[in-house]
């Protein structure tokens, strides 16, 4: 066993590179190939599959995080990750509900500054929007004619990558399964957040 485990963790405990390691080795990150257990654990563990697991690509940045946060072995670290992603994703449209009159007024100004939206350059010279934009759109596409039910464009008419249309399509398969009320609700929230953010969202 190795004198420092996870348990160590979050408690602004210094470790070494072949504390580190020899949790690696623990935990099964060994480097392909024979090895002598003569080696030291640092030339012996697979470090970077390691860090990968906490998000980070260096001895110096898994130090601070160990010191710092409250770890889990790497299995469960995976597990806890996996599952803060898929509540991120359910909660990712969730907005305070809106009134018919909230989100009318929304609407309005959302044609007002239609023009006003930043617009960034592709390969082949197409000009897309930033991405708040076509989740705002997404919503209001939700909002109209509910679930996306076409497939992801690929080509556009000129025969290069559609852009525009994957945006779109991304914008509005977002809100797959969700209420027109809901739509409405991240459509006001959503328009605020992009005016919130003026500059990087509309030319000043």
């Given at each position: 066993?190795?004198?420092?485990?996870?348990?160590?963790?979050?408690?602004?405990i210094d470790?070494?590179?072949?504390?580190?390691?020899?949790?690696a080795?623990l935990?099964g990150?060994?480097?392909?190939?024979?090895?002598?257990?003569?080696k030291p654990?640092?030339?012996?563990?697979n470090?970077s599959d390691?860090f990968n697991?906490y998000g980070?690509?260096a001895?110096?940045?898994?130090?601070d995080?160990?010191?710092?946060e409250?770890?889990l072995?790497p299995?469960?670290?995976?597990?806890m990750?996996?599952?803060?992603?898929?509540?991120?994703e359910?909660?990712?449209y969730?907005?305070?509900?809106?009134t018919?009159a909230?989100?009318k007024?929304?609407?309005?100004?959302?044609?007002?500054m239609?023009?006003?939206?930043?617009?960034f350059?592709?390969p082949?010279?197409?000009?897309?929007r930033p991405?708040?934009f076509?989740?705002?759109l997404?919503?209001?596409?939700?909002i109209?004619?509910?679930d996306?039910t076409?497939?992801?464009?690929?080509?556009?008419?000129l025969g290069?990558?559609?852009?525009?249309g994957?945006?779109i399509?991304?914008?509005?398969?977002?809100?797959?399964?969700?209420?027109?009320?809901?739509?409405?609700?991240?459509?006001?929230?959503?328009?605020?957040?992009?005016?919130?953010?003026?500059?990087?969202?509309?030319?000043?």
């Amino acid at each position: 066993m190795t004198a420092i485990d996870f348990e160590s963790s979050g408690q602004r405990i210094d470790v070494s590179l072949e504390d580190v390691a020899a949790m690696a080795l623990l935990y099964g990150f060994e480097r392909p190939g024979p090895h002598s257990d003569t080696k030291p654990a640092a030339q012996r563990a697979n470090l970077s599959d390691f860090f990968n697991v906490y998000g980070v690509n260096a001895f110096s940045k898994f130090k601070d995080k160990f010191r710092r946060e409250t770890l889990l072995p790497p299995e469960e670290q995976k597990a806890m990750e996996q599952q803060k992603a898929i509540d991120a994703e359910l909660n990712r449209y969730k907005f305070p509900e809106v009134t018919d009159a909230e989100f009318k007024s929304a609407l309005e100004q959302h044609d007002r500054m239609n023009r006003k939206w930043r617009i960034f350059k592709k390969p082949g010279g197409v000009a897309v929007r930033p991405e708040i934009f076509y989740e705002i759109l997404g919503a209001k596409m939700q909002i109209e004619s509910g679930d996306c039910t076409e497939e992801e464009p690929q080509w556009n008419d000129l025969g290069a990558v559609d852009y525009i249309g994957k945006a779109i399509w991304r914008g509005h398969t977002g809100w797959k399964g969700k209420s027109k009320e809901e739509a409405m609700a991240g459509f006001v929230a959503l328009s605020k957040k992009a005016k919130h953010n003026y500059s990087d969202n509309f030319f000043v």
